[in-house]
């Protein structure tokens, strides 16, 4: 049995695995059974006890049985580039991003041995084009990921940007010289590549520019939550303290933790609860009193990941629909807001600028101008949003435009780069 090297797309929402070795790639393999698409193992890890794990599909099944007790995670990767958050307490251990996220990729790993019969110990890892747009978040954030890796039993890691993967699959569909930008609209992070392409052999030489944004999916859904869902669990509260006379509202710092899906458990944190009990206490109506109960309860019942996928599909839905209705339904908290991609766009707008920024300084950086561009090569869910879409129509033109294949392009791509370290 020849040797292999495993490619993993480690994403703040999705991850899969493929392989390749002397023969030939191999596709991408089941992670995980429960899930519509096997190949695509969800990013999330729940603990209903110490040292207890779940993964993927079957995290959220558990998490949902053990009626939302334990500790769920999801978008660890958006912390590798955060020396702030060093880790967090579960249950009666305190874990490192690190190991976190080894626990994860320890399992894709055993996962992945047990389907190809194999002990493997190399990989090609995908990372984003830019962890951060500081150097020093980005080389802790690609330290960071080694480290989990290396955690998890890998000993040999090679890492490839995420738009540049997808650029190595999608040479395949070149029918001669062609100038292409790779836009990869992920969960965490939007990825932009610029490079000349032919069918012929993949040189690293060919990259003009790489850049991008720590900016895509999550934080889109955290512009509705902010703008259209939060005034509903107390985000707009106004406190007096005793003998105080101005009026206090909620730390932005919290509101963006409560506006962030991975952000939310931590306002169970006792410090924060303190000061969301002052806020409720000294509530200057009882509407807010109400709403502040709302998020206790949100927050105590660890309903964030529920709430959160609700506004996910209300955000599809608006990718084709001038107005959806969100629905959250649980005891207590009963939520119907009818919201309008009018303003959905409106809160978003500063989004879509500064990732349209990043592509445009990518441009620049690679000397192209967009009508030099042939093809531009989308890849992501968050590429179908029309204002993000409209942006793309206008500088390079509809017929220019591909929508490639969500959630394989980057894998395909990853494992097309682990054939080449045969040669």
């Given at each position: 049995?020849?040797?292999?090297i495993?490619a993993?797309d480690y994403g703040?929402?999705?991850?899969?695995?493929a392989a390749?070795?002397?023969?030939g790639v191999k596709?991408p393999?089941?992670?995980?059974?429960?899930?519509?698409d096997p190949?695509?193992?969800?990013?999330?890890?729940?603990a209903?006890s110490?040292?207890?794990w779940y993964?993927?599909a079957?995290?959220?099944?558990?998490y949902?049985?053990?009626?939302?007790?334990?500790r769920?995670?999801?978008?660890?990767?958006?912390?590798?580039?955060e020396s702030?958050?060093?880790?967090?307490?579960?249950h009666?251990?305190?874990y490192?991003?690190?190991?976190?996220?080894?626990v994860f990729?320890r399992e894709?790993r055993?996962r992945a041995?047990n389907h190809?019969q194999?002990?493997?110990s190399s990989?090609?890892?995908?990372?984003?084009?830019?962890?951060?747009?500081?150097a020093g978040?980005?080389?802790?954030?690609?330290?960071?990921?080694?480290?989990?890796?290396?955690?998890?039993?890998?000993k040999?890691i090679?890492?490839?940007?995420?738009p540049?993967?997808?650029?190595?699959?999608?040479?395949?569909?070149?029918?001669?010289?062609?100038?292409?930008?790779i836009?990869?609209?992920g969960g965490?992070?939007?990825?932009?590549t610029?490079?000349?392409m032919d069918?012929?052999?993949?040189?690293d030489k060919?990259v003009l520019?790489i850049?991008g944004?720590p900016?895509?999916?999550?934080?889109f859904?955290g512009?509705i939550?902010?703008?259209?869902?939060?005034?509903h669990?107390?985000?707009?509260?106004v406190?007096r303290m005793?003998?105080?006379?101005?009026?206090?509202?909620?730390?932005?710092?919290?509101?963006?933790?409560?506006?962030?899906?991975?952000d939310?458990?931590?306002?169970a944190?006792?410090?924060i609860?303190?000061?969301?009990?002052d806020a409720?206490?000294w509530?200057?109506n009882?509407d807010?009193a109400l709403k502040?109960?709302?998020?206790?309860?949100?927050?105590?019942?660890h309903?964030?990941?529920?709430l959160?996928?609700?506004?996910?599909?209300t955000?599809?839905?608006?990718?084709d629909k001038?107005e959806?209705?969100?629905?959250?339904d649980?005891p207590?908290i009963?939520?119907?807001?009818?919201?309008?991609?009018a303003?959905?766009?409106?809160s978003?707008?500063?989004?879509?600028t500064r990732?349209t920024?990043?592509l445009?300084?990518t441009?620049a950086r690679a000397g192209?101008?967009?009508?030099?561009?042939?093809?531009v090569?989308?890849?992501?869910g968050?590429?179908?949003?029309?204002a993000?879409?409209l942006?793309?129509?206008r500088?390079?033109?509809?017929?220019?435009l591909?929508q490639?294949r969500?959630?394989?392009?980057?894998i395909?791509?990853l494992?097309?780069k682990?054939?080449?370290l045969f040669?």
């Amino acid at each position: 049995m020849s040797e292999l090297i495993y490619a993993i797309d480690y994403g703040t929402s999705n991850s899969l695995l493929a392989a390749a070795d002397a023969s030939g790639v191999k596709a991408p393999i089941p992670l995980d059974p429960s899930a519509a698409d096997p190949t695509v193992l969800r990013s999330i890890l729940y603990a209903p006890s110490l040292d207890q794990w779940y993964f993927g599909a079957q995290a959220i099944d558990q998490y949902m049985s053990h009626l939302a007790e334990g500790r769920l995670l999801r978008s660890m990767k958006k912390y590798l580039p955060e020396s702030s958050f060093s880790g967090t307490r579960i249950h009666d251990r305190f874990y490192n991003l690190t190991e976190i996220i080894a626990v994860f990729l320890r399992e894709i790993r055993v996962r992945a041995n047990n389907h190809f019969q194999q002990d493997v110990s190399s990989v090609v890892m995908g990372r984003p084009a830019a962890f951060s747009l500081d150097a020093g978040p980005d080389e802790l954030a690609e330290k960071r990921l080694r480290t989990a890796a290396q955690l998890a039993g890998f000993k040999h890691i090679e890492f490839c940007p995420e738009p540049l993967a997808a650029a190595y699959e999608f040479r395949h569909q070149m029918t001669g010289p062609t100038m292409v930008l790779i836009a990869d609209f992920g969960g965490g992070t939007s990825d932009f590549t610029v490079l000349r392409m032919d069918r012929g052999q993949f040189s690293d030489k060919d990259v003009l520019a790489i850049g991008g944004v720590p900016i895509a999916g999550d934080r889109f859904d955290g512009a509705i939550m902010r703008h259209q869902i939060a005034p509903h669990f107390g985000a707009n509260v106004v406190y007096r303290m005793p003998m105080g006379s101005n009026d206090l509202h909620l730390p932005h710092h919290l509101l963006n933790r409560l506006c962030t899906p991975a952000d939310i458990s931590f306002l169970a944190r006792q410090d924060i609860q303190n000061l969301l009990r002052d806020a409720q206490r000294w509530s200057m109506n009882a509407d807010d009193a109400l709403k502040m109960e709302r998020l206790f309860l949100l927050v105590e019942e660890h309903l964030g990941y529920k709430l959160f996928r609700s506004i996910e599909q209300t955000k599809i839905e608006l990718s084709d629909k001038s107005e959806a209705t969100f629905v959250f339904d649980h005891p207590e908290i009963e939520l119907k807001e009818q919201v309008y991609s009018a303003d959905f766009k409106n809160s978003s707008a500063d989004l879509v600028t500064r990732i349209t920024d990043a592509l445009d300084q990518t441009l620049a950086r690679a000397g192209v101008k967009p009508g030099e561009i042939d093809i531009v090569c989308c890849t992501g869910g968050t590429a179908k949003l029309p204002a993000l879409s409209l942006e793309l129509e206008r500088r390079f033109g509809r017929d220019k435009l591909r929508q490639h294949r969500h959630f394989h392009s980057v894998i395909g791509g990853l494992a097309e780069k682990a054939l080449t370290l045969f040669n």
